[in-house]
Protein backbone atom coordinates (compact mmCIF):
# COMPACT_ATOMS: atom_id res chain seq x y z
CA UNK A 1 0.00 0.00 0.00
CA UNK A 2 1.96 3.49 -0.76
CA UNK A 3 2.01 5.79 1.88
CA UNK A 4 0.02 9.36 1.91
CA UNK A 5 1.99 12.41 1.34
CA UNK A 6 1.93 14.83 3.82
CA UNK A 7 3.07 17.90 1.80
CA UNK A 8 0.75 21.30 1.74
CA UNK A 9 -0.59 22.90 -1.48
CA UNK A 10 0.59 26.44 -1.93
CA UNK A 11 -2.28 28.24 -1.69
CA UNK A 12 -2.64 27.61 2.27
CA UNK A 13 0.59 28.98 2.53
CA UNK A 14 0.18 32.05 0.79
CA UNK A 15 -2.80 32.68 3.33
CA UNK A 16 -0.78 32.29 6.36
CA UNK A 17 2.15 34.11 5.24
CA UNK A 18 -0.92 37.49 4.12
CA UNK A 19 -2.60 36.69 7.63
CA UNK A 20 1.32 37.00 9.41
CA UNK A 21 1.89 40.01 7.19
CA UNK A 22 -0.98 41.61 8.11
CA UNK A 23 -0.56 40.88 11.92
CA UNK A 24 2.80 42.50 11.78
CA UNK A 25 1.41 45.59 10.19
CA UNK A 26 -1.36 45.87 12.52
CA UNK A 27 0.34 45.22 15.30
CA UNK A 28 3.28 47.93 14.27
CA UNK A 29 0.44 50.29 13.95
CA UNK A 30 -0.76 49.75 16.89
CA UNK A 31 2.69 50.29 18.81
CA UNK A 32 3.02 53.50 16.67
CA UNK A 33 -0.32 54.64 17.71
CA UNK A 34 -0.14 54.18 20.99
CA UNK A 35 3.62 56.09 20.71
CA UNK A 36 1.55 58.85 19.11
CA UNK A 37 3.70 58.27 15.67
CA UNK A 38 1.05 57.80 13.92
CA UNK A 39 -3.00 58.22 14.39
CA UNK A 40 -4.00 54.57 13.13
CA UNK A 41 -6.97 54.77 15.06
CA UNK A 42 -8.80 57.11 13.12
CA UNK A 43 -7.78 55.25 10.47
CA UNK A 44 -9.02 52.08 11.77
CA UNK A 45 -12.08 53.59 13.25
CA UNK A 46 -14.56 51.45 11.35
CA UNK A 47 -12.65 48.18 12.14
CA UNK A 48 -11.55 49.07 15.81
CA UNK A 49 -15.38 49.49 15.92
CA UNK A 50 -16.27 46.37 15.51
CA UNK A 51 -14.17 45.22 18.31
CA UNK A 52 -15.06 47.49 21.00
CA UNK A 53 -11.76 50.21 20.43
CA UNK A 54 -12.68 53.72 20.65
CA UNK A 55 -10.71 55.92 18.88
CA UNK A 56 -8.18 57.73 20.06
CA UNK A 57 -9.25 61.48 21.36
CA UNK A 58 -7.12 64.38 20.62
CA UNK A 59 -7.11 67.54 22.41
CA UNK A 60 -5.52 70.74 21.14
CA UNK A 61 -2.66 72.10 22.38
CA UNK A 62 -2.01 74.43 24.36
CA UNK A 63 -0.19 76.88 21.53
CA UNK A 64 -3.82 76.18 19.83
CA UNK A 65 -6.22 77.05 23.12
CA UNK A 66 -3.61 80.30 22.81
CA UNK A 67 -4.37 80.98 19.78
CA UNK A 68 -7.69 80.78 19.73
CA UNK A 69 -7.96 82.58 22.46
CA UNK A 70 -5.55 85.77 21.25
CA UNK A 71 -8.35 85.22 18.25
CA UNK A 72 -11.29 85.64 20.31
CA UNK A 73 -9.49 88.29 22.24
CA UNK A 74 -9.22 89.93 19.15
CA UNK A 75 -12.62 90.25 18.01
CA UNK A 76 -14.20 91.58 20.86
CA UNK A 77 -11.42 94.26 20.89
CA UNK A 78 -12.49 95.27 17.27
CA UNK A 79 -16.40 95.03 18.51
CA UNK A 80 -15.25 97.34 20.95
CA UNK A 81 -13.42 99.65 19.22
CA UNK A 82 -15.98 99.86 16.59
CA UNK A 83 -18.81 100.63 19.04
CA UNK A 84 -16.29 103.37 20.77
CA UNK A 85 -16.46 105.09 17.23
CA UNK A 86 -20.14 104.68 16.73
CA UNK A 87 -20.53 106.29 20.30
CA UNK A 88 -17.97 108.96 19.33
CA UNK A 89 -19.64 109.60 16.00
CA UNK A 90 -23.18 109.78 17.68
CA UNK A 91 -21.41 112.55 20.21
CA UNK A 92 -20.18 115.17 17.35
CA UNK A 93 -23.87 114.95 15.66
CA UNK A 94 -25.54 115.37 19.45
CA UNK A 95 -22.84 118.23 20.18
CA UNK A 96 -23.69 119.80 16.57
CA UNK A 97 -27.54 119.35 17.00
CA UNK A 98 -27.25 120.98 20.59
CA UNK A 99 -25.11 123.67 19.02
CA UNK A 100 -28.14 124.59 16.12
CA UNK A 101 -30.48 124.34 18.59
CA UNK A 102 -28.47 126.42 21.07
CA UNK A 103 -27.85 128.91 18.09
CA UNK A 104 -32.10 129.05 16.94
CA UNK A 105 -32.89 129.50 20.70
CA UNK A 106 -30.79 132.92 20.99
CA UNK A 107 -32.15 133.83 17.60
CA UNK A 108 -35.61 133.44 18.97
CA UNK A 109 -34.51 135.12 22.34
CA UNK A 110 -32.97 137.79 20.14
CA UNK A 111 -36.14 138.62 17.88
CA UNK A 112 -38.53 138.17 20.89
CA UNK A 113 -36.32 141.14 22.80
CA UNK A 114 -36.67 143.26 19.07
CA UNK A 115 -40.31 142.62 19.31
CA UNK A 116 -40.70 143.53 22.82
CA UNK A 117 -39.01 146.72 22.52
CA UNK A 118 -41.11 147.40 19.50
CA UNK A 119 -44.31 146.67 21.04
CA UNK A 120 -43.05 149.03 23.84
CA UNK A 121 -41.93 151.62 21.23
CA UNK A 122 -45.34 151.48 19.69
CA UNK A 123 -47.04 151.69 23.08
CA UNK A 124 -45.00 154.71 24.08
CA UNK A 125 -45.80 156.08 20.91
CA UNK A 126 -49.60 155.61 21.27
CA UNK A 127 -50.08 156.88 24.66
CA UNK A 128 -47.48 159.67 23.52
CA UNK A 129 -50.50 160.50 20.83
CA UNK A 130 -53.26 160.04 23.28
CA UNK A 131 -52.07 162.51 25.66
CA UNK A 132 -50.95 165.10 22.69
CA UNK A 133 -54.38 164.94 21.30
CA UNK A 134 -56.03 164.84 24.52
CA UNK A 135 -54.03 167.84 25.68
CA UNK A 136 -55.02 169.34 22.24
CA UNK A 137 -58.75 168.65 22.67
CA UNK A 138 -58.78 170.18 25.86
CA UNK A 139 -56.98 173.55 24.82
CA UNK A 140 -59.49 174.07 21.70
CA UNK A 141 -62.58 173.72 24.17
CA UNK A 142 -60.52 175.89 26.04
CA UNK A 143 -60.12 178.38 23.37
CA UNK A 144 -63.86 178.28 21.87
CA UNK A 145 -64.92 179.56 25.09
CA UNK A 146 -63.01 182.58 25.03
CA UNK A 147 -63.20 186.03 22.90
CA UNK A 148 -62.00 185.29 19.05
CA UNK A 149 -59.04 188.13 19.93
CA UNK A 150 -57.94 186.51 23.09
CA UNK A 151 -57.97 182.91 21.56
CA UNK A 152 -56.07 184.26 18.67
CA UNK A 153 -53.59 186.10 21.30
CA UNK A 154 -52.64 182.79 22.76
CA UNK A 155 -52.67 181.00 19.26
CA UNK A 156 -49.66 183.52 18.14
CA UNK A 157 -47.42 182.37 20.77
CA UNK A 158 -47.39 178.53 20.02
CA UNK A 159 -45.07 177.00 17.13
CA UNK A 160 -46.53 176.63 13.83
CA UNK A 161 -47.21 173.21 13.42
CA UNK A 162 -48.80 173.40 17.27
CA UNK A 163 -51.09 176.21 15.88
CA UNK A 164 -51.85 173.71 12.44
CA UNK A 165 -53.23 171.11 15.36
CA UNK A 166 -55.53 172.93 17.01
CA UNK A 167 -56.82 174.35 14.44
CA UNK A 168 -57.83 170.75 12.87
CA UNK A 169 -58.84 169.43 16.39
CA UNK A 170 -61.35 172.59 16.65
CA UNK A 171 -62.55 171.69 12.79
CA UNK A 172 -62.98 167.84 13.89
CA UNK A 173 -64.66 168.81 17.46
CA UNK A 174 -67.44 171.32 15.48
CA UNK A 175 -67.90 168.70 12.66
CA UNK A 176 -68.83 166.09 15.59
CA UNK A 177 -71.09 168.19 17.57
CA UNK A 178 -72.62 169.61 14.65
CA UNK A 179 -71.25 173.90 15.43
CA UNK A 180 -69.30 176.26 13.40
CA UNK A 181 -65.58 175.95 13.45
CA UNK A 182 -63.74 178.96 14.87
CA UNK A 183 -60.70 178.02 13.03
CA UNK A 184 -61.18 180.02 10.00
CA UNK A 185 -62.09 182.96 12.44
CA UNK A 186 -59.04 182.47 14.41
CA UNK A 187 -57.08 182.56 11.17
CA UNK A 188 -58.34 185.50 9.86
CA UNK A 189 -57.22 187.47 12.68
CA UNK A 190 -53.77 186.43 12.05
CA UNK A 191 -51.03 188.03 10.52
CA UNK A 192 -51.32 187.89 6.72
CA UNK A 193 -47.49 186.08 6.47
CA UNK A 194 -48.35 183.90 9.47
CA UNK A 195 -51.60 182.84 8.22
CA UNK A 196 -50.38 182.01 4.80
CA UNK A 197 -47.51 179.75 6.67
CA UNK A 198 -50.38 178.25 8.57
CA UNK A 199 -52.66 177.83 5.67
CA UNK A 200 -50.03 176.12 3.74
CA UNK A 201 -48.93 173.92 6.68
CA UNK A 202 -52.55 172.57 6.87
CA UNK A 203 -52.77 171.37 3.20
CA UNK A 204 -49.90 168.95 3.93
CA UNK A 205 -50.41 165.73 5.36
CA UNK A 206 -51.98 165.82 9.01
CA UNK A 207 -49.78 165.63 11.64
CA UNK A 208 -50.61 165.94 15.46
Same mark, same amino acid.
Given at each position: ????? &?? =?? !?????????? +? /? %??????????????????????????? @???? /???? /??? !? $?????? *????????? +??????????? *???????????????????????????????????? &????? @??? &???????? &????????????? =??? %??????????? /??????????? $?????? @?????????????????? *?????? $??
Amino acid at each position: MARRS &NR =VG !PWPRILVLVL +L /I %LALLGGGAFWLDLLGVVDARSALRPVL @SLFG /IAPR /IEF !P $EEEDML *LLEQLRTDR +LSQSLDLREQE *LDRREQQLTQEQADFDRRLEELEDRERQLEEQEFSF &NERVR @SYE &NRRANLER &NARTLQNMTPAQA =VAI %LEGYEDQDVVS /ILRITDELADE $EGEFSL @SSVWLAQFPPDRAARVQR *LMTQRP $EL
